[in-house]
């Protein structure tokens, strides 16, 4: 597998690598499976042994000197192959970035985790349209060469419709099933929002809606589980929160631990995510397993999550006053929240980790078989 897989497990950055790991611990059930991980996220270093996951972990020995977009395509990728001739896999699972492998040469199953090249538009970096320009241009040159690719939405097949030649494969993420188990004991006016804290994610608009929230609900409290990719764009957001009136009501956890993230699960009366852009947030699987109604944004591949007035709430990122409508009705309404997130706790039955391991294994198997066929 090649993935985001950090060095800490207990703190992972992101839903891809949070999958990951999920998924690598329901495959490591299996004794006839040799799992290796190649990950982007450590740089230097041998490669190590994991017991949890069962799993030997290889750094991309790759230094970056090259901007992340352009590395992805050359260094990495180079450096990825050098990896693959040394543990000559019977599947490589290319978990994100298309361009890491070319599918051509080893039995590959791509999935299709999030859109980079959309995502990066919202970015903090230079020359973001250029960045995503030639994303755009190298993902959709490899999507089309693999085999089998796993789609975790509905929503990624429409908006990337042309981008696939091989089988698709419509598998949900990968959860913890830990979080099944979180004993909710909500407080009152409690809001949480986890993922990064990053423009993609809309957090101007979070906090606005929480300036309206805050003016009818006695007792709200919004508290915003996630690491920054950039400090100042943090610091910034500490100073608006501030100018808002919502200093003591705003907190900012950092990120978080999965036992840190339960306590917060169980404490919170409702989730938030308001992003522009989404694919299938782990931040909402999880909070969905844990019993959670929900305020979140119509985009991306959420709709297929969430049922409306059933389950939690769609609205639209872009205004603030039915974000805080939304939280508003359910914060004011515990019997109504009680409700969603029963309904909501049954339909994450489908991201159980067992059932998502054995459906990925047989596409393992396909793709294994069809290689050795066509040699």
């Known amino acids: 597998m090649i993935t985001h897989f950090p060095r800490d497990l207990s703190k992972p950055a992101g839903g891809p690598a949070v999958g990951s790991i999920a998924l690598l611990r329901a495959l490591a059930r299996y004794a006839d499976l040799d799992l290796h991980v190649i990950t982007d996220r450590i740089r230097q270093g041998e490669p190590y042994r994991l017991a949890d996951p069962r799993c030997t972990v290889y750094p991309i020995r790759a230094r970056r000197w ?3 977009f352009l590395a992805v395509t050359t260094t990495e990728r180079w450096h990825i192959a050098r990896l693959l001739e040394a543990i000559r896999p019977d599947v490589v699972h290319v978990q994100g970035q298309a361009t890491w492998v070319d599918p051509r040469r080893w039995p590959a199953v791509l999935t299709v985790r999030g859109i980079p ?3 990066t538009l919202y970015s903090q970096r230079p020359f973001r349209r250029v960045r995503a320009w030639y994303t755009a241009v190298t993902q959709r040159r490899d999507r089309r060469r693999y085999r089998d690719v796993i789609c975790i ?6 908006r990337l419709a042309g981008h696939f030649t091989g089988r698709l494969h419509f598998i949900p993420n990968c959860i913890d099933d830990g979080f099944f ?11 949480l929002f986890t993922g990064s804290l990053i423009p993609l994610k809309n957090i101007d608009g979070l906090l606005d809606a929480a300036r309206v929230v805050a003016a009818a609900v006695p007792g709200f409290a919004l508290r ?4 920054a990719e950039r400090e100042e764009y943090l610091e910034s957001r500490r100073r608006r929160a501030a100018e808002l009136g919502l200093a003591d009501r705003v907190a900012f956890l950092g990120r978080l631990s999965r036992e840190e ?3 917060e699960l169980a404490a919170a009366a409702c989730l938030v995510l308001p992003s522009f852009q989404e ?9 969905m397993a844990a019993g959670l109604p929900a305020v979140a944004s119509a985009v991306g591949g959420v709709p297929e999550m969430i049922e409306e007035g059933q389950t939690g709430f769609l609205v639209d990122p872009h205004r603030p006053q039915e974000i805080a409508d939304r939280l508003i009705r359910i914060l004011q309404d515990p019997a109504l929240a009680e409700q969603m997130g029963r309904k909501a706790k049954a339909r994450a039955q489908a991201f159980r980790s067992d059932e998502v391991a054995a459906r990925t294994l047989e596409v393992y198997r396909l793709a294994h078989a069809e290689w050795q066929k066509g040699r």
Do not use: F, K, Q, S
């Open 279 to 287: 694919n299938r947030p782990m931040a909402l699987a999880e909070a």
């Open 224 to 227: 915003l589980a996630g690491g």
């Open 66 to 68: 090259l901007p992340g």
């Open 153 to 158: 939405t509905e929503y990624v097949r429409r």
């Open 181 to 191: 188990g979180v004993e909710r004991r909500p407080e009152p006016g409690r809001v």
């Open 261 to 263: 993230l339960g306590r």
């Open 117 to 119: 090249e959309i995502d």
